[in-house]
């Protein structure tokens, strides 16, 4: 085939990294940065658009030259920001927050800076041990055992969400089990978690092979406390074996998206030991709450599990995305995951001597996300982290008293981290159908305002309002007057019914 000839001059001095005009730019992007910071308040919380605002505005097709950078930070601001629900905002208590930082930023910017593609030790020697030592850090911190270290037998990996970190897992689970009865087994394979754990667990069963119908999501009870039981996992697992099935994994939870509900970590894990199932602890929110000796109890039976990952861009300030995955056995992934392609063989590699973090991922690259975890810990040490997670759960406990004092509010779940589970509930003679009524609308209210951004969840029946402190810029004030507002929701609520 010919080549297509431009009818266009060729601009011979194109350079598309001028340290000069990096730093320029840099400077002015940092500047309109830092006024987004200081400014998040003016915005709406929850976006206000409507659906193809922005498709309707933007041209068809990219430019054909180079356009002004001033003319591009004009766009920024006039076009997409009017299209964001600010994640960062002080007033945004949905879901959980995905936090933020200067040091988190800046190591984000290093990362981003030395574009590392890190798939095994020799693609960069600096970037494989700095993330296995402040994995070790993190463990550390944990007071998890030596055996999750790679100081002791095991060791830990930087995924980028949860859901990756699952199905890693349920890889070599799913593998371990395989080798045993034979891979044509897999329709055998049961997997066990409760009704609260995330729907991506689910999806991560079916990316894995395990039939639908292998999913046993057991169900909890407000009287628990959501929490799994070990006498039901017990029954659900023995019921399964006397068919004839196979027991390969279970999910436990440590802080459920809906309530935060926690399973008990050593009677459940017990169970599992019993029929050789693969034990993973998600604690992708509240794990970081266990840097404080006063939440570490959580984790009692640690030792008895075979992996855990938290989340540390949920509540340790290192922006998204960052998912912190340990495992007692790291052979048990590496036999799973493992691909040696002629290219990318290496003396280093071949003598088992390092670690090739590309056989701990699905992927093969990955980026330098261990610098931004290195800048947060040494730029702030642990014991501003534990301030900073006991700032936000000393505000959630206030927000929770609040509502207590509400006559017309009531706590549906107790509180343990800083998430409040609330719901609007004027009277006795409020039945199901018409307390959701209330609370949707009451919840629709509030975020229309674009003052507050709050979401909702159905547990046990009844439609639930989440109130999620987190968010890094959050103070007393904030919490306090989103308390009025829901209040004045209320009022306004009630004279229209």
Known sequence: MGRIESDQPQNSHFNPLNPEEFRKRAHEMVDFIADYFQNIESYPVLSQVQLGYLRAILPENAPERPEPFETILKDLQNQIIPGMTHWLSPNFFAFFPSTVSRAGFLGEM????????????????AATELEMTVMDWLADMLKLPESFMFQGSGGGVIHNTTSEAVIVTLIAARDKALDLIGSDDVNKLVVYASDQTHSTFAKACKIVGIPPTNIRLIPTTLAGGFS???????????????????????????????????????????????HGMWVHVDAAYAGSACICPEFRHHLNGIELVDSLSLSPHKWLLTFLDCCCLWVQN??????????????????QSESDSVVDFKDWQLGTGRRFKSLRLWLIFRSYGVVNLQTHIRSDVRMAK??????????????????????????????????????????????????????????????????????????????DRH??????????????????I
């Open 110 to 125: 290093l990362c981003t800076c030395f574009n590392t593609v890190g798939f095994n030790w020799l693609a960069s020697p």
């Open 228 to 274: 799994l039981s070990p006498s039901e996992l017990r029954m659900a697992v023995e019921t399964d074996v006397a068919s004839g099935l196979v027991p390969v994994y279970l999910c436990l939870n440590l802080g459920t998206t809906s309530t935060t509900a926690i399973d008990p970590i050593e009677p459940l894990a017990c169970v599992a030991k019993e």
């Open 330 to 347: 790291p052979n048990s992934l590496v036999k799973a995951l493992s691909t040696n392609p002629e290219y990318l063989r290496n003396k």
């Open 398 to 475: 206030m927000f929770e008293g609040l509502v207590r004092s509400g006559p017309r509010f009531e706590i549906v779940v107790p509180r343990e981290f800083g998430l409040v589970c609330f719901r609007f509930y004027p009277g006795e003679n409020c039945g199901f159908e018409y307390s959701k009524m209330l609370n949707r609308k009451l919840l629709d209210w509030v975020n229309s305002t674009g003052r507050v951004y709050m979401t909702h969840t159905k547990v046990g029946g009844v439609y639930v309002l989440r109130f999620a402190v987190g968010a890094t810029l959050t103070d």
């Open 479 to 496: 919490v306090a007057a989103a308390w009025e507002l829901i209040k004045e929701g209320a009022d306004a609520l009630l004279k229209t």
